[in-house]
């Protein structure tokens, strides 16, 4: 039985290339779903699968500096998705695809519930070398991923289902199908956009992008103003990655299907490029070692140019009750920065894996800012994160002074998109646009 099949044999002439990847589901193990990919390209001698697809560890053999190296084909109920450590020596990794003749080549490979990216590396010898730049990293030709422009994403992506009976386990929950496509009835429509930032230099002069999702009942209803969330990506990424790499919309519209939030737009912006102070980031080409910007510098260019378009442009509330910034890792930096900063502008925060550092809100800063008692604030990280501790530091500061909060430690968790899926799912669940502040009793 085959569950979603991507596919469609679009050629790219220059390369010669095309390619499938195909999710069928088995009832077999060792996890009750298989991936086939297939890909064309006459003129490879050799061709990796680069990206997320990474391997596996389980909770007994994982700490945040050491994890064991399962290949998938032996997966374990409560095996991990874990996306660090040093690689063992005798593991091979990327993944090496066969050569079936006539430029096929060829991979299947179990895989657990949730969310993996991919592309293709042709004739490479080391992965951290082949990039867009070099020809050698080639993203699907038939899945493309969801971007702004072209080399704005380096990976396509697919949503694996979750099996109860190869998959579950009294140790762990990993069952991430509230990221799988919900009903026609609830689904969204999600896109990039631009947008004028005079002093952006990219993806045009004076023009920056974001991405945007917008509820199934968007427009639909004459006259209503709809709960706005800002939600931002991490270091080395941009404004498409949530839905690119964590299929935001769906979770979106399974938050709304569920009736745990109302239908809520989201914003996805993106901080790098907002001005030519620091050099061009483009993900697909070898500038991505250029340092993010401060997280000051971004606030305020997204109050000066990006919150004020947001209201004009779309049918969105005015109030600090129903507005609300997430973010991922230096995201989630920017989000404490919008909570310190931006404090009377939102009355919502999540933290997902948050790069943050000192100093942290004392009671000089309550006492000249009190509102910072009076928000919804979720504070999240996974067992695995390397930013566990900064995550913890946070936790304490806002413990010190009795602001509430809520808490998410995601058992399964490393710095990776299946940690961010969970956090963004429990946000919505637990926290988004409940009472505030937030006390023992939310989300009970």
Known sequence: MMYSRFSGALALCILRASASVTVRKTNEGPTGYEIDFKYTNTTAIRVLIGGGLQTFSDQFHTTLESRAWYNPHDYKPGDIYVSFGTQ????????EMT???????????????????????????????????????????????????????????????????????????????????????YRGTVKSVNYTSPGSIHPAPDVHHCGLYLP??????EGKKYPLL?????????????????????????????????????VMPSFYN??????????????????????????????????????EHLEVCDEPACRAFAGLSMGGRLTYEMYVNATDYFDYFGLFSPATDSPYVDAAALA?????????????????????????????????????Y?????PFGGHFWNTWQDELWWFGVKALWKPIPFSALTGR
Not at 110 to 132: K, Q
Not at 216 to 221: D, S, V
Not at 238 to 243: L, Y
Not at 286 to 305: F, I, L, T
Request: a negative charge; charged letters at 15%; aromatic letters at 14%.
């Open 368 to 404: 000249a800012n009190p509102a910072l008692a009076q928000k919804g604030i979720f504070v999240a990280y996974g067992l695995y994160d390397f930013v566990f501790n900064f995550g913890r530091d946070v936790q304490r500061a806002l413990s010190a002074l009795n602001i509430g």
């Open 406 to 410: 809520l808490s998410r430690v995601t």
């Open 88 to 95: 063992d020596g005798d593991y091979e990794w990327p993944y």
């Open 230 to 266: 800002y939600l931002s990506h991490g270091a080395n990424g941009n404004g498409n990655d949530w839905e690119n790499l964590g299929r935001m919309s769906s979770i979106m519209d399974n938050l709304i299907a569920a009736g745990h939030i109302e239908p809520t737009v989201v």
């Open 216 to 221: 199934a009942e968007y427009g639909k209803i």
């Open 274 to 311: 907002l001005d030519d102070t620091l050099p061009r980031f483009i993900m697909g080409n070898k500038s991505n070692s250029a340092p993010a910007p401060a997280s000051p510098q971004v606030r305020e260019n997204y109050q000066k140019y990006l919150f004020p378009w947001v209201e």
């Open 99 to 185: 050569s079936e003749g006539d430029g096929l080549w060829t991979y299947t490979t179990p895989l657990p519930s949730g969310i993996y990216s991919y592309a293709y590396l042709v004739d490479c010898d080391y992965a951290p070398n082949c990039s867009i730049d070099t020809g050698q990293l080639v993203i699907d030709p038939d899945l493309p991923p969801f971007q702004n422009v072209q080399g704005d994403q380096v990976a396509s992506s697919f949503q694996v289902p979750f099996s109860a009976r190869f998959q579950g386990t009294d140790d762990i929950n990993a069952n991430f199908d509230y990221a799988l496509p919900a009903s026609k009835k």
